[in-house]
């Protein structure tokens, strides 16, 4: 098949005019002007942009139907609570969070997400539904040990880890979930099983300046959290240093794990981070919405730190679309090239992933997951402003040269 269009941005080259992307079953065969390929299997998409698929770095789609229930503020640990409340008086259920998941990946491939960082609770209801759909994802399982918690890290690892569900497009990850919700015996263990069984990481870090007083003192809105929802012990160990040091010292800082927010990394952190090869997926417009200081993401980028694009879940954010997350990027923040926000949104987070040999960039011989985007103004020489400038959805959607929307 071939898909003829106005622009092809292949991202890790330039841009093509009048061009063309030529599927052969699951892969790109070629990339390059219209006129240099011919055929009768010509699809003309018209005046679009033909882009990677994007990668969502960090989501939670079986909170897809918290959807407007808990607006966030500047409190994270209120709104931590009212999360909690909403799961007391609606327990979640087998069928509602596979529910709430499928309509998380109904979502995500409208949006013309085609590859997510799925952090679940839940594996055993949400990755049977993961790998039947036409999503690609890896699925991190969270593990939660911290004091009354602790005798559930063995139950929780295993199922974190379980490959039962594995499949083309399915990986499984681990997600020790946060240094306020992980002990470091726990959190030794995750990086342990996870480095035995090739698995990636993600964690939870810097995503609140509360963390730090958590990590270092064991006091401050953490402990009141842990207090209130009945977790803590005498017995938690105090790390007494930051988080970022924490996860260094329990082995999980490495180039297989993904720091989601990491919104207050001080550059002593952003040097380690970067030193380490470990990716940070940040989630902008949740970031706005809990009103943190501006995220240090240039400081990364300087340094060479892979910085990918996340949209947290949409009980926080108002879509799971990294198209809109990169326009927000793009129209709030200042001298943010347009091609490098693209990148953020493709392959910097296919590389966050482990996955940036497959995808995130159309090149020969890599999976034709492909995003269709109309124009709506002339780009005027620059393509990739005129696709964060415009407001377009996506028209087209491929997975593995599938259309899928």
Known sequence: MLLRCAYVVPISRPVVSDGVVELRGDRIAFVGPARARTGEHVTDLGRVALLPGFVNAHTHLELTDHAGLMPPGPDFTAWLRRLLERRETHPPTAESIRRSTQQGIHQSLAAGVTTVGDITRYPEWTRPVLRESNLRAISFGEVLALGRRRTLLSERLAAAASGEHAGPRLRIGVSPHSPYSVEPHAMRACAQQAE??????????????????????????????????????????????????????????????????????????????????????????????????????????????????????????????????????????????????????????????????????????????????????????????????????????????????
């Not at 902008?284 to 694009?309: C, I, K, Q, W, Y």
């Not at 087209?396 to 599938?402: E, K, R």
Request: hydrophobic fraction near 45%; aromatic fraction near 6%.
């Open 196 to 405: 035995a069984l090739a698995l990636p990481l993600a964690i939870h870090l810097l995503e609140t300046a509360e963390e730090e007083v958590f990590t270092r003192t064991g006091s401050g809105p953490f402990w009141t959290y842990l207090q209130h929802l009945g977790v803590w012990d005498d017995d938690v160990p105090l790390p007494g240093c930051g988080p970022l040091e924490l996860v260094h010292r329990t082995g999980l800082l490495r180039p297989s794990t993904l720091l989601a927010h990491a919104n207050y990394a001080g550059a002593a952190d952003i040097k380690l981070i970067a030193a380490s090869g470990t990716s940070v997926a940040w989630c902008p417009r949740t970031h706005a919405a809990f009103e943190h200081p501006p995220h240090p993401f240039r400081d990364m980028l300087r340094v060479g730190v892979n910085v990918a694009v996340g949209t947290d879940s949409l009980a926080s954010n108002p879509s799971l679309s990294v198209l809109d997350e990169l326009r927000f990027v793009y129209r709030t923040c200042d001298h943010v090239p347009p091609a490098e926000c693209l990148r953020m949104g493709t392959l910097d987070g296919a590389r966050a992933l482990g996955w940036e040999h497959e995808i995130g960039s159309l090149e020969v011989g890599k999976q034709a997951d492909l995003v269709a985007i109309p124009l709506d103004h002339d780009p005027d020489g620059d393509v990739c402003e005129a696709i964060l400038d415009g407001a377009a959805s996506p028209v087209a959607v491929f997975v593995a040269g599938q259309r899928v929307a």
